[in-house]
Each structure stands twice: as structure tokens, then as C-alpha cells.
């Protein structure tokens, strides 16, 4: 029978490394037709000189944005030339408190992008926001995955005691600023930000935040894309598609104005 056990692991072998083989052929030619099926651009930049209304910016089928989420009647965005960055015209974005039956969101976003695991996503823009009040857990940018209903599971910027923060959608804590250097956000005058995700379903991405020039957060080793898992809301095809900016979400403490200008999103090499 010694001959027959010899036979029957050179099959099992022989098996196995067929079935592995078809296995990893399988699985590229499926990231191959993935990522051309959600193929799209990985970079966009707007200084809103080129409108005279909001309707003007969600005209061509995505060629310019998508969508916008104005939550109350109230709220609104428009193209405005009080405060610019430069040029002559920005967004201006007007939005009520939020409640606890609703929230107030007053944003704009651009969707069917692509950004994959693997690559660093930038984000860029100047913000102005209006007044001095105390505006904890205004969210101000949202980097994400489209899906057919809401969206799936991403990170956003949020100021919370005056100072800026990275929260993720999933199940990941918050990134703050050092405690021993953290610094306020300005108000009332123009802030640059520059966010740079490099995108890992695994503990091996990056998250960079500057504000006007300095880097605030500076952190390795992070899981910056969901796992491709069923979440409680929805799953990930391990890439970001949508970028949202404006006041995606405002605070429970005060109505908003934000003036938003010059932003970029791109794809590092």
C-alpha cells in the first residue's frame, strides 16, 4: 500500500497547486476587472471662477460635481465673491444648528473618482469660517466610498474644541493632534488645509494634516480603508470614490458660515 499513499499525495499535491494557481489567477484577473469597472479620475481641482450659480456646478454628468446635501430649506450654498482666497468668486455655505431629530448638512460632493488601496490620496483647499462661536463637532470634509444607498463607510475632518481631528466612519479611533502641540483652528480668516490618506485595509496606512503649513497630525501604521466586510450599514470595494467638502455635518451648538475656495484632490505619485 506504500506505493498507492506515495501516488495518492503526488495528486493531492499535484491538486493543490492547480487550485492555487487558479485561485491567484482568479483573483487578478478580478482586481484587473474591478478597478475597470469602477474606473474613474484620480484628480480634480475647482476655484469656482468659472459659475455664476449653484445649478452651474452640477451640470455635465460629473464632469464638474455631483450632488449637493442641503438638509434643512434653510440652508444654502452659493457662489459668492465677499470672501475669496483668489480669483473672484468661492462657496459660500450657509447652514442651520443641528438637532437631534436632524442633522444639518450643507455640502457638495464629487463622486465617481478613484482612489485605491495602496496609493495616497491628497486633499487640499482653503477654508474661511465665519464667527468665533463654539462649533464642536462640525465636520468640514469627507473622503469615502459611493455605494447606491448613502455611502460607505470613510473618514472625515471634524473640529471638535476648536481644533481639528480625523474620525473615521469605521471602526478605528479618532486621530487627534499631539495634546502637547495641538493648535486652535483660525477663525474668521483663510485656512489652508492639506490632508494626505495613503490608503491600506490594513495597519499600514498613513494619515498627514497640515494647517497653513505646519503638519498637526503626523501618524503610521493606520487601517485607513474598511476591511471588505459587511458592515453594519454597507461594505468597501477597498478604494474611495467620493470626496464631499462644505459643512457635511454642522454642530449641535450654533448656525454655520463657511466660505470654501481653491481645493484639489489628487492622487500622489
Known sequence: ?????????????????????????????????????????????????NYSMLDHLLEGDDIFWSFTQLTRTTNS????????????????????????????????????????????????GWYFL????????????????????????????????????????????DILQPTDQAIDFPRDQWVELIWEIKLSQKNEGTVKLWQDGLLIINTENNRTLPKDLLYAQQGTKGMYTSIEIGITANSFDAATVLWVDDVKFEKLE
Open 1 to 49: 500500500m506504500g506505493w498507492f499513499k506515495y501516488w495518492l499525495s503526488t495528486k493531492t499535491q499535484g491538486t493543490m497547486k492547480r487550485l492555487i494557481i487558479i485561485l491567484l489567477v482568479a483573483f487578478t484577473f478580478n482586481a484587473c476587472l474591478k478597478e475597470e469597472l469602477y474606473d474613474g479620475p484620480n484628480f480634480y481641482e475647482d476655484g469656482f471662477e
Open 77 to 124: 450654498i452659493v457662489v459668492d465673491s465677499t470672501h475669496t482666497h483668489s480669483g473672484e468668486k468661492s462657496l459660500k455655505f450657509t447652514a442651520e444648528i443641528s438637532t437631534p431629530s436632524q442633522l444639518s448638512k450643507c455640502s457638495i460632493a464629487k463622486q465617481n473618482m478613484a482612489f485605491w488601496e495602496g496609493e495616497t490620496i491628497r486633499f487640499s
Open 130 to 173: 465665519q464667527d468665533t462661536n463654539t462649533l464642536d463637532w462640525i465636520f468640514l470634509a469627507d473622503i469615502e466610498e459611493q455605494t447606491p444607498i448613502g455611502a460607505g463607510p470613510g473618514m472625515r475632518l471634524a473640529l471638535v474644541d476648536n481644533q481639528l481631528r480625523v474620525e473615521h466612519k469605521f471602526y478605528e479611533s
